[in-house]
C-alpha cells in the first residue's frame, strides 16, 4: 500500500482503466487534481474555451473509437451545469463519458458556499450514476465501480463530484493490484437465435434494420457476414449508419422520414418482416406508426430491456448485445445451411431500387444549393473520411446525400441533437483520429453555438475541416414554421458593417473572420464550380498548418429538404431557386425527381 492523495489514486486508476484523454478547464475546486495530474503525467488534457464545449469533445472522442471513454474535468458549479448538455447528449446516444467536477469542502455543502451545487442531483436524470464522494476512501471503489457501468449493458455517462477536502484527504491505495472490473452484457440464447431463423424462414422481404448498437458493440463484420449468408439487405439507422458500407450489394439504404433515401423508403415499404439489431425504433426513422407498422412482422433485438416495447410491441423481442446476437445467429444459419429460404431475388430488387430513385445534386444556380455541396464532398473527401454533425437540415441533407462506408465514420449526435455539439466533438474525433481525415458538417447557427471552440484546435493544433453551409437561416425551424405559415424569429441575416462587398455580405456574421481572428485557416465558396476546388484546398491547408479549417459555402437563402410524417408521405420540393419572400414551394410526384437528375 503506499499513501497519497486521492487525486492522486484518481489519476493512476485513469491511466490503468485506458482513460487518459481528457478535456476541461482548471478551476480552484478541482486544482488539486489537476496538480495530480501533472505530477504523474501519462494523462493528456486540452484546455476548452467553455465546459460543454469540453464535454462535447469528450463525447467525440469517446465515438470515433471502441475502446476510448473521454473524460471531460471541471468544477461542481458553472462547470458542472456547462456539462449536463453534454452528458444529456452522450446518454441518448449510449455514449460512456467520464465527467469529474470539484466541489465545495464537505462541510459547506449545504451552506450555499460559492459555486457549491448539488451537481449529483442535476446530473441524475441524464447518466448511469452521478455521486458526490464524502469520503476519501471510496473514492478508488467509486472510479472502479463507475468504469464498470459505462461498459457495461447500454453504456452511458457518469458524474463524479469530489469535494475539494476530499480530494486532499490521503488514503491508502496500491495501483499494482486494482483491477478493473469486467462489465456484465447480456447475450442472445441459440434457442432465442433458432426462434428468430423461424420467423426469417416463414418471410419473403425480411429486412434487417441496423443500429448504432451494432456499432457500439463492435458488430459491423458480423452483422455484414449475417447479410451475406441469408441474403437479407440491410438498412443501417442513422446512428448505424457505416455498419454496411453504402456500395455494398446488401446495403438497402436508410429509412426515415427525414434522414433516409427514397430506396431505402421504398424497399422498407416492400418489406414483410423487419429484424431491428441495435435499434430505438426512433421516431425520425419511424414516422407514422400505423403508416411503418402495417403488413409486417418484427423482431427486437437490443442490449437494453426497457427499449424492447418502448416504442411498439415487437412481434420477438430479444434482450442482448448485438454482437452477442450475431454470433447467436450465425452459428444457427450456418447450422441450417440449405434449409433458409433464398432471398437473393428480393436482395436483387433493392439493389436495383438504388440505381434509379435518387434526388438531384448537380445544380448549377447562383446564390448555391445545397444539394451540390454534398455532391462535391462525396467526390472530393471517398471512402476514408470521418464525418461529424448534428442537428438541422444540413444534417438531413447531408445523411440524404453523402456516402458513408466504415463504422464510426459518421459520427451524430442522434437523439439530443444540441446545436454546437459539432465543432467540438470534431476536436474530440480528431484527438483520436490523428493523420485522419475529420470533416464536420454544421449549418450556420449550428456553427455559431460554440464558435469559441475553433481557438481549442488552433492551440492544440487539432486539424479537422468544417464545412459551414451558410443561408442564414435557422433552416430546419424555418421548415417547419410553414405548417403555421409564418417565417418568424429565424432569420439571421443583417448587413454586417464590416461586409468587404461580397455577395454574402447581407449574410450577417462574417465566418471566415471569425475563423481566422480564432487562429484558424477559412475560405469562402459562393460559386457552385468551386465547391471542390475550395475543399482540396482546405485539406491542403488542414495537412500544412495542422488546425482546423472553415470552408463557408454560401447558399440560397431557402431550400426545402425532403421530408414528411410517414413513409409513404414524403414531400419531394421542385427544383426551383427561391427567396425568403417567395410562397411556399409546390409539392413535386416522386416519380418526377429522378427523371429531373
Not at 427567396?579 to 427523371?595: I, K, N, Q
Request: charge should be negative; aromatic fraction near 6%.
Amino acid at each position: 500500500m503506499t499513501r497519497m492523495r486521492a487525486v492522486d489514486a484518481v489519476v493512476l486508476i485513469l491511466e490503468k482503466e485506458g482513460a487518459t484523454e481528457t478535456f476541461g478547464l482548471p478551476g480552484a475546486a478541482i486544482n488539486p487534481l489537476y496538480s495530480a495530474m501533472r505530477a504523474h503525467g501519462g494523462i493528456r488534457h486540452t484546455l476548452a474555451r467553455h465546459v460543454e464545449g469540453a464535454s462535447h469533445m469528450a463525447d467525440g472522442y469517446t465515438r470515433a473509437a471502441a475502446e476510448n471513454i473521454g473524460v471531460c474535468i471541471g468544477t461542481s458549479g458553472p462547470a458542472g451545469t456547462d456539462m449536463i448538455t453534454g452528458l444529456y447528449a452522450a446518454a441518448a446516444d449510449s455514449q460512456p463519458i467520464l465527467c469529474i467536477t470539484g466541489q465545495a469542502p464537505v462541510a459547506v455543502l449545504d451552506k450555499e458556499d460559492f459555486q457549491a451545487v448539488d451537481i449529483s442531483s442535476i446530473a441524475k436524470p441524464v447518466t448511469k450514476m452521478a455521486k458526490t464522494v464524502l469520503e476519501a476512501g471510496q473514492v478508488p471503489g467509486v472510479f472502479q465501480s463507475a468504469f464498470q457501468l459505462m461498459r457495461s449493458a447500454r453504456p452511458g455517462p457518469v458524474l463524479i463530484d469530489l469535494p475539494l477536502d476530499v480530494q486532499q484527504t490521503e488514503i491508502d491505495f496500491d495501483i499494482d493490484t486494482y483491477e478493473p472490473l469486467a462489465p456484465s452484457t447480456p447475450a442472445a440464447t441459440s434457442a432465442q437465435a433458432e426462434r428468430i431463423l423461424d420467423l426469417i424462414a416463414d418471410a419473403e422481404h425480411p429486412l434487417i434494420i441496423a443500429g448504432g448498437g451494432i456499432i457500439n458493440a463492435e458488430a459491423s463484420d458480423r452483422l455484414v457476414e449475417f447479410a451475406e449468408l441469408t441474403s437479407i439487405p440491410v438498412s443501417p439507422t442513422l446512428m448505424g449508419w457505416g455498419a454496411i458500407p453504402d456500395d455494398h450489394e446488401l446495403a438497402a439504404g436508410m429509412v426515415g422520414i427525414q434522414t433516409h433515401v427514397r430506396y431505402g423508403n421504398a424497399s422498407f415499404l416492400e418489406s414483410d418482416l423487419v429484424i431491428g439489431i441495435g435499434n430505438r425504433w426512433a421516431n425520425r426513422h419511424t414516422g407514422d406508426l400505423g403508416v411503418y407498422r402495417k403488413g409486417r412482422k418484427f423482431v427486437h433485438i437490443d442490449i437494453e430491456p426497457t427499449q424492447i416495447g418502448r416504442v411498439f410491441a415487437p412481434d420477438y423481442g430479444v434482450v442482448s448485445d448485438a454482437g452477442a446476437a450475431l454470433d447467436a445467429l450465425l452459428t444457427a444459419a450456418r447450422a441450417r445451411a440449405g434449409r433458409l429460404p433464398d432471398f437473393t431475388g428480393w436482395a436483387g430488387e433493392c439493389t436495383a431500387r438504388k440505381s434509379t430513385e435518387h434526388r438531384k445534386t448537380n445544380f448549377t444556380e447562383v446564390p448555391i444549393k445545397p444539394q451540390r455541396v454534398y455532391q462535391e464532398m462525396n467526390a472530393a473527401f471517398g471512402k476514408d473520411v470521418t464525418y461529424v454533425s448534428t442537428i438541422g437540415l444540413s444534417q438531413i441533407a447531408g445523411a440524404q446525400m453523402l456516402h458513408v462506408y466504415k463504422p464510426r465514420h459518421w459520427i451524430n449526435a442522434g437523439q439530443a441533437g444540441p446545436l454546437g455539439w459539432t465543432g467540438p466533438a470534431a476536436l474530440g474525433v480528431a484527438r483520436s483520429k490523428p493523420g485522419e481525415t475529420v470533416v464536420a458538417l454544421s449549418g450556420d447557427y449550428d456553427f455559431q453555438f460554440m464558435i469559441e471552440e475553433l481557438a481549442v484546435g488552433a492551440q492544440h493544433r487539432i486539424p479537422y475541416v468544417h464545412v459551414v453551409v451558410n443561408n442564414s437561416y435557422l433552416g430546419l425551424i424555418r421548415q417547419s414554421q410553414r405548417g403555421f405559415d409564418m417565417d418568424f424569429e429565424v432569420s439571421l441575416a443583417f448587413e454586417n458593417i464590416n461586409a468587404s462587398g461580397s455577395t454574402s455580405s447581407g449574410y450577417g456574421v462574417d465566418h471566415v473572420a471569425v475563423a481566422q481572428g480564432l487562429g484558424c485557416k477559412a475560405v469562402r465558396v459562393e460559386d457552385p464550380e468551386l465547391i471542390g476546388e475550395g475543399l482540396r484546398v482546405a485539406t491542403e491547408l488542414m495537412n500544412e498548418h495542422q488546425v482546423p479549417v472553415v470552408v463557408e459555402v454560401i447558399l440560397e437563402r431557402v431550400t426545402n429538404i425532403s421530408m414528411g410524417t410517414a413513409l409513404d408521405a414524403i414531400n419531394e420540393f421542385d427544383t426551383l431557386a427561391q427567396t425568403p419572400a417567395d410562397a411556399p414551394t409546390a409539392l413535386t410526384p416522386m416519380g418526377e425527381l429522378a427523371a429531373a437528375k
